[in-house]
């Protein structure tokens, strides 16, 4: 099996068309859905855990920056890295990336099982967005017409965030979105590339991410506390299989990184519920989701944090995850947290 696997830091599913965005444009990563099979339940069992390389000849390009890199040890699992950083100032964060890929893919032409894993992090702030497409995704927001004056919001502070200040989650989300396109715009000629040569053919192509980037849903921007809402765990995940097999196809069923291990039974993985756990800056939390809700339950507390009591979600209505309702039904949240603490072992 021959795999090109794209892990794009930061991407939230709510960017993307394929999970019914309709107002960003990204028309390269459309079409790789149309081609592929969407998996629309594929959540971290750890953000920003990174999903190794799979049987076979390996090589990683990494396309980030280095101050994005994960701790050597994640790198040492490959069979060969190859750099391909961006450019001063990230204005074209892939043109080394399209330089670098025919050289990579030359080493492993003659394998019959390959994996591919390319990194990128062009979602991560400082965002590199162009003035002009900025201005597409604000004009209709200013009265008289004149967006020229309003510039991107291109590095926001990671912290704390005020979820009722409009004009700022505006001006944050439409920057996001322009970088989002210009990404896109640039993931075009790698896609070309590997049409080229012939690797739409007979390989399988994957996107996905380790962890997506809070944009100021739940009062966070960047990875601040380890609040396990959608926007930090529901991960996209696509999957191009060769030839176009299963084109259109929705994977509906709960998925986790440690299923791409095993893409042949990628489409059939039957799970109830999904655990997913994280630790950072001094708190812990740990989350279920099944079919009908959503549970996140703190196991530890920041200092200078106030407490941060168990939440409740009901699924799949509540996408976003605006309604708690655990003070509403005390009978689910115990349900759940029993289930959770036998599922995690005593660790919850």
């Known amino acids: 099996m021959k795999v090109v696997s794209f892990l794009l830091h930061g991407c939230p599913v709510s960017f993307l068309g394929a999970y019914g965005n309709e107002w960003v444009g990204t028309p390269n990563l459309d079409r790789l859905a149309a081609e592929g099979v969407v998996f629309d339940a594929h959540f971290a069992a750890e953000p920003g855990l990174r999903p190794g390389p799979l049987p076979g000849h390996s090589a990683l390009i990494r396309a980030g920056r280095p101050e994005n890199d994960a701790p050597p040890a ?3 699992g490959w069979g060969r890295v190859v750099d391909a950083r961006p450019g001063p100032n990230n204005i074209s964060p892939l043109d080394a990336l399209t330089r670098s890929l025919p050289a990579v893919l ?3 032409a003659n394998d019959p099982d390959w994996h591919l894993g ?3 992090d062009t979602l991560l702030p400082p965002w590199h967005v162009p003035q002009h497409v900025f201005e597409v995704y604000v004009e209709e927001l200013i009265e008289d017409g004149e967006a020229a004056g309003v510039e991107p919001w291109a590095d926001p502070p990671c912290g704390w965030f005020d979820e009722d200040d409009q004009a700022s989650w505006e001006l944050l989300h439409r920057t996001f979105a322009a970088a989002m396109t210009v ?3 640039k993931l075009g000629p790698v896609f070309d590339l590997l049409r080229a040569r012939g690797l739409d053919r007979d390989a399988h192509w994957l996107f996905t991410t380790a962890a997506g980037f809070p944009l100021g849903e739940h009062g966070v921007i960047g990875y601040h506390r380890p ?14 299989y060769p ?4 084109a259109g196809r929705r994977g509906s069923g709960f998925t986790q990184p440690e299923d791409l291990h095993d893409l042949s039974k990628l489409l059939t993985t039957t ?7 994280h630790s950072l800056h001094g708190s812990s939390e740990i989350s279920i989701r099944t079919a009908e809700w959503t549970y996140l339950h703190p196991m530890t507390t920041a200092e200078d944090d106030d407490e941060r009591r168990p939440k409740l979600f009901a699924r799949p209505d ?3 995850e605006v309604n708690d309702l655990a003070a509403r039904t005390p009978e689910v949240v115990e349900e759940l947290a029993n289930r959770l603490q036998s599922l995690a072992g005593g660790n919850s």
Do not use: M, S
């Open 74 to 76: 994640y790198y040492a």
């Open 106 to 108: 030359a080493t492993l």
């Open 118 to 120: 390319i990194e990128l």
């Open 183 to 185: 990404f896109d715009v």
């Open 227 to 240: 609040w396990l809402h959608e926007e930090l765990v529901h991960l996209p995940l696509i999957v191009r």
């Open 243 to 246: 030839n176009g097999e299963h």
């Open 271 to 277: 799970r109830d519920h999904v655990i997913t756990r």
């Open 318 to 320: 509540d996408r976003w």
